[in-house]
């Protein structure tokens, strides 16, 4: 059964690298399992863990998002530093406009 899921309270104390590398080795392990029954034709077998490698899977992937989401948000926006450099160039540009009025 998968670290994860077996309800132990220990799970939570584990740093997440650690975690995730615990799951990496761990779906290693059952990659080699899982070609190791198909190879005896134990489908029963071969189904039962590649649910708990599709578990796994998922699991890692949304620590992937989550972790790709906070680093997101650390990071200034591009967007709004283009968007804020363009409503000073416009600013700029109506000034311009305005002395140009001004002069004539």
Same mark, same amino acid.
């Given at each position: 059964?998968?670290?994860?899921? =077996?309800?132990?309270?220990?799970?939570? #104390?584990?740093?997440?690298?650690?975690? /995730?590398?615990?799951?990496?080795?761990?779906?290693?392990?059952?990659?080699?399992?899982?070609? &190791? &029954? $198909?190879?005896?034709?134990? +489908?029963?077998? /071969?189904?039962?863990?590649?649910?708990?490698?599709?578990?796994?899977?998922?699991?890692?992937?949304?620590? +992937?998002?989550?972790?790709?989401?906070? #680093?997101?948000?650390? +990071?200034?926006?591009?967007? =709004?530093?283009?968007?804020?450099?363009?409503? *000073? =160039?416009? %600013?700029? *540009?109506?000034? %311009? %406009?305005? $002395?140009? $009025?001004?002069? =004539?």
């Amino acid at each position: 059964m998968s670290l994860l899921f =077996t309800g132990s309270p220990k799970v939570h #104390s584990i740093p997440r690298h650690v975690l /995730v590398q615990k799951m990496l080795e761990e779906n290693n392990f059952l990659i080699k399992i899982i070609k &190791y &029954y $198909q190879n005896r034709g134990r +489908a029963i077998e /071969v189904h039962q863990l590649l649910q708990v490698l599709h578990r796994n899977m998922i699991l890692l992937g949304s620590i +992937a998002d989550e972790i790709y989401n906070i #680093s997101s948000n650390d +990071a200034p926006n591009s967007t =709004t530093s283009s968007d804020e450099q363009t409503s *000073g =160039t416009q %600013d700029t *540009g109506s000034s %311009d %406009d305005q $002395q140009v $009025q001004s002069n =004539t």
